[in-house]
């Protein structure tokens, strides 16, 4: 709840840094003759223009895209005379405009994507659980998921409110496929707990105490939840330490909603089951 509270207030505060697919801009692939200077060296020469929110991927071919938030071709070309130092030869294969009105249906659609995947998400699981409607209605279970996702993305979006504020990370549509992927991991780990839970109440025949069932169920999903979050951990590790500066924010990004995924699916969507049980009683 802390997280959850910290992350809302600096969102509200601070809100995220927004890169070009957000806010408008321009995209520019060039070619090099020789082989293409490293993004940090193209960052380097490029630092005299004054871009801002500058970024540059290398791809194959020796080409490299550079983004930046300006829309000015006579900046454009200055950027292309820059980049002439490190080789006269180097051309510019394309360069593409972001306009405001492209930029907010991006934001509107990446909005929706979000949104649209949590309601599916919580009527699948509601459907997927109609055969356990007791002693906790089968709505509850999707309720519970979508309350564990959300504290996910929450404290995921903190996190990058915070980077941006600090570091100026910016974010871009690669942000938005992470909590998409966030999103799918986190409820397969919260149906993994769920589906012993409902193992354990159809074997139980209404003898056992719910609380003590859902604790029971935690206990023997606990070790294969924790063992393949770190698996994939490692990896996210690996590509974050090695995998170079294009994707290293998106892993980032995984890196933290699966962490707190894997919290949430044994500690949150459980435990909301319970106490929704509890207060039920309790009204009783």
């Known amino acids: 709840m802390v997280l959850v509270v910290l992350s809302v207030a600096v969102l509200f505060i601070w809100g995220l840094k927004l890169g070009i697919d957000f806010k ?37 071919n020796d ?65 997927a659980f109609r055969k356990v409607s007791h002693p906790v209605p089968s709505w509850q279970y999707g309720l519970g998921a979508v309350m564990a996702l959300a504290h996910d993305i ?32 986190s409820v397969n780990d919260t149906i993994v707990v769920y589906d012993r839970i409902r193992e354990n ?18 206990n023997e999903t606990l070790a294969r939840s924790i063992n393949t979050s770190l698996t994939v951990v490692v990896v996210l590790l ?12 998106f892993s980032v990004a995984l890196l933290a909603g699966i962490v707190f995924g894997t919290y949430s699916s044994i500690y949150v969507a459980s435990a909301l089951l319970v106490s929704s049980y509890e207060y039920k009683i309790g009204k009783k």
């Open 154 to 185: 929450i404290i995921t979006l903190g996190i990058f409110v915070v980077l941006g504020h600090f570091w100026e990370i910016e974010i871009g549509i690669p942000f938005v496929a992470a909590l998409l992927t966030i999103l799918g991991y």
């Open 238 to 249: 690996a590509v974050i330490f090695f995998g170079g500066e294009t994707i290293k924010f």
């Open 24 to 60: 408008g801009g321009t995209l520019m692939e060039v070619q090099f003759s020789e082989k293409a200077p490293t993004a940090r060296d193209i960052q380097e020469k490029l630092g005299e223009l004054n871009l801002n929110s500058l970024t540059v991927q290398p791809s194959e």
């Open 201 to 218: 109440i159809l074997r139980s025949e209404a003898k056992e105490n719910f609380e003590n069932i859902v604790n029971k169920s935690i």
């Open 63 to 127: 080409t490299a895209i550079l983004r930046y938030m300006a829309s000015d071709e006579e900046l454009n070309e200055k950027v292309v005379e820059k980049l002439r130092e490190f080789d006269e030869s180097t051309k510019q294969l394309r360069v593409d405009f972001i306009g405001a009105s492209i930029s907010k249906q991006i934001k509107k659609n990446a909005l929706m994507a979000i949104i649209l995947a949590v309601v599916a998400i919580a009527l699948y699981i509601a459907w």
